[in-house]
């Protein structure tokens, strides 16, 4: 089975490591779209020099360049497969970014609406269904923990230097188990964070008070700027 991770992986301080490629391309994608909401939930940062269509298109000329190039120019492949690779992250970047800032009060119409459903969607299976399973089948079968004949600890040992006995068996299959819900717990967590700022997404931003204190004396108490004028 593919292992999605380049030969370097295969090295002394990460031996293993490369087995584990699905589960770090899962990952990743997963930071990187977790990434792009939180900047579609944030107004735009930058002004796009660009139009919308010119940005789209750069898209597959990146794609269309990249496969040329690594095509035309052998002995350097990789590299610009991982370059071209970086360039599309950036871009993407870039258009979220930079894209027009949406008036609220428009309404969002069907082919949004199900672009963003079948997106959400694909946002779920990959958080609840493939990371969890790649981490599964990697504690399987390159770490070998779904072995029930191997402990962590048994109840006929010591606890550590403490002259007592640990009061149950640890086998691997059960530390396995554990990480895998810890990722659920996460992943949920930040599913919950995201849905609230997406639904305040649109809330206006306080303004400053003038009168609310900038610092505070050594004594603690706080300062706040004067509005006299004059020499009062």
């Not at 360049?65 to 590299?79: C, M």
């Not at 010591?158 to 149950?168: E, G, H, Q, R, S």
Request: zero cysteines; hydrophobic letters at 55%.
């Amino acid at each position: 089975m593919s292992n999605l991770l380049p030969n370097w992986f295969n090295d002394w301080w990460i031996d293993g490591l490369r087995g584990a490629g699905r589960l770090f391309w899962s990952v990743f994608i997963l930071l990187l779209v977790t990434a792009i909401i939180i900047m579609m939930i944030k107004p735009p940062l930058l002004k796009r020099p660009v139009s919308t269509r010119v940005g789209v298109a750069l898209f597959g000329v990146i794609i269309v360049g990249t496969l040329v190039l690594a095509k035309i120019i052998t002995p350097w492949q990789n590299t610009i497969v991982w370059l071209g690779l970086l360039a599309l992250i950036a871009h993407t970047f870039f258009m979220v970014a930079s894209r027009p800032a949406r008036d609220p009060d428009v309404a969002a119409t069907w082919a949004e609406s199900f672009a963003g459903a079948v997106g959400v969607f694909a946002f779920m299976a990959l958080a609840y269904a493939i990371v969890p399973h790649e981490w599964m089948t990697f504690a399987n079968a390159n770490l070998g923990w779904g072995d029930t004949t191997k402990f962590l600890f048994q109840s006929n040992q010591n606890i550590f230097f403490i002259p007592i006995n640990w009061p149950f068996n640890f086998d691997y299959p059960a530390l396995r188990d554990i990480i895998v819900s810890v990722i659920y717990i996460v992943i949920l967590g930040a599913n919950l964070k995201l849905w609230v700022m997406w639904q305040h997404r649109l809330d206006p931003i306080p303004e400053a008070d003038p009168n609310a204190p900038v610092k505070r004396s050594r004594f603690g108490r706080p300062l706040q700027v004067s509005s006299a004028s004059g020499g009062n």
